[in-house]
């Protein structure tokens, strides 16, 4: 069953922009993780946020975590057109045991 | 590089003939898993591995198996592919706990 859900499903914005997006889940978690997918290929793995982390960067990539809203959020900044991909949401199953993807946020980035 | 492999990238099978879709990782995680994942949706888990127990969603088809015969290698054989059974199926492995995961190329399978 679909644990994590991204808004909005689809962004366009500009090179140098930008980029939030945001993902709700419904149970308590270990850690929540971030991934990227380009078109027709595997997904890559971004950054994993624990549940006793609130914020986390990684390069142009900043993850915030809210356990009390049971919300994250995964900001891009300074776009660039090789950023165009799907980004993914990921939380543990109930055994934790394995990753739950929300349905995605398909990410355009035009020069 | 440490990486994860699956073959082949592209599969075409006919309706009911049964296929097999392979991985390899020389990253030596403990855990492999298999998704399956169609188009615009979320990638689905079908099961995983820890080790050799093996570990099968509620919801996933009889019609879907999996080995695992060594830590390197896992397999996914679908024993009669229907048309609802054309994706994108992904390997990924992790060691079990606070790890990403490192995901395979994929193998986009079609059914004719």
């Known amino acids: 069953s679909q644990q994590g859900e991204e808004d909005p499903q689809a962004l366009s914005i500009q090179e140098g922009e930008n980029a939030t997006m945001n993902c709700s889940y419904k149970t308590s978690i270990n850690n929540l993780q971030w991934y990227r997918q380009n078109s027709g290929r595997g997904l890559v793995h971004l950054i994993l946020?624990?549940?006793?982390?609130r914020e986390k960067h990684s390069g142009r990539l900043r993850v915030t975590l809210d356990t009390s809203k049971k919300s994250s959020s995964l900001l891009i900044t300074a776009s660039r057109a090789a950023d165009t991909a799907s980004y993914f949401c990921a939380t543990d199953n109930q055994a934790g045991t394995a990753l739950i993807f929300g349905k995605g946020t398909t990410l355009s980035v035009s020069s | 590089d440490a990486m994860v492999i699956q073959n082949p990238r592209y599969q075409v099978t006919q309706f009911g003939k049964p296929v097999t879709l392979s991985c390899s990782q020389t990253?030596?995680?403990?855990?492999m898993y298999w998704y399956q994942q169609k188009s615009s949706q979320a990638p689905k888990l079908l099961f995983h591995?820890?080790?050799?127990?093996?570990?099968n969603e509620a919801d996933t088809p009889d019609n879907f198996q999996s080995r695992r015969p060594n830590t390197s290698f896992c397999f996914l054989d679908i024993r009669s592919p229907g048309l609802g059974d054309a994706a994108m199926y992904l390997c990924?492995?992790?060691?079990?706990?606070?790890?990403?995961?490192?995901f395979g190329s994929g193998t986009r399978l079609t059914v004719v």
């Open positions: 990253l030596n995680h403990n855990v």
């Open positions: 990924a492995t992790s060691f079990l706990g606070d790890y990403g995961y490192t």
């Open positions: 591995y820890y080790d050799k127990d093996f570990n």
């Open positions: 946020i624990r549940s006793n982390e």
